[in-house]
T-cell receptor, first 115, second 109 residues
């Protein structure tokens, strides 16, 4: 197991286009988290899954954003009608249990640039 | 409102000197705090959590509820400590983590 993987690593798109990112967590990790990180900021929580159930969504996640984890394994994050303000690093993390008892392992991130 | 504040964007310290990275938090519940680190070209990773009360790579952090602080300390800085450090707060009710903006630690030779 090579850890959490994310694809693509970089994505450049034009404003108004849709983009989809994928996250493959560490095997058997029940929890999967999505964060967004902009320049000069720490990661900001977007949403998380316990198996296939999406348990929490941040107010940052407008209705242009949708995340899925259909079989409780990999997850996708889709942004529709991208805007320049969506340009950021999108991070995925996974853990076996919640952060109080277990460590979140982060992926390398997907850097999105919206032109 | 829940908040994590790291007042320093950049901290430069000479090798061998003590290091203290400041972190203050605001949270009405019972806080759980973490320090995460990101070395150059590496992933964000957990450095330590306050409930473990352990020392990792010579770093320690004590939760001070009176001062609402969780400063990260190391008595003697090493060049390999140069990295971005993020303080983070677990909001137990929601089981999600809030990160500070981070402090870049630069160890001078």
């Amino acid at each position: 197991d090579t850890g959490v993987s994310q694809n693509p690593r970089h994505k450049i798109t034009k404003r108004g286009q849709n983009v989809t990112f994928r996250c493959d967590p560490i095997s058997e990790h029940n929890r999967l988290y999505w964060y967004r990180q902009t320049l000069g900021q720490g990661p900001e929580f977007l949403t998380y899954f316990q198996n296939e159930a999406q348990l929490e969504k941040s107010r940052l996640l407008s209705d242009r954003f949708s995340a899925e984890r259909p079989k409780g394994s990999f997850s996708t994050l889709e942004i529709q009608r991208t805007e320049q303000g969506d340009s950021a690093m999108y991070l995925c993390a996974s853990s076996f249990q919640g952060p109080s008892t277990d460590t979140q392992y982060f992926g390398p991130g997907t850097r999105l640039t919206v032109l | 409102a829940q908040r994590v504040t790291q007042p320093e964007k950049l901290l430069s310290v000479f090798k061998g000197a003590p290091v203290e990275l400041k972190c203050n938090y605001s949270y009405s519940g019972s806080p759980e705090l973490f320090w995460y680190v990101q070395y150059s070209r590496q992933r964000l990773q957990l450095l330590l959590r306050h409930i473990s009360r352990e020392s990792i790579k010579g770093f320690t952090a004590d939760l001070n509820k009176g001062e609402t602080s969780f400063h990260l300390k190391k008595p003697f800085a090493q060049e390999e400590d140069s990295a971005m450090y993020y303080c983070a707060l677990l909001m137990n009710r929601d089981d999600k983590i809030i990160f500070g903006k981070g402090t870049r630690l630069h160890i001078l030779p």
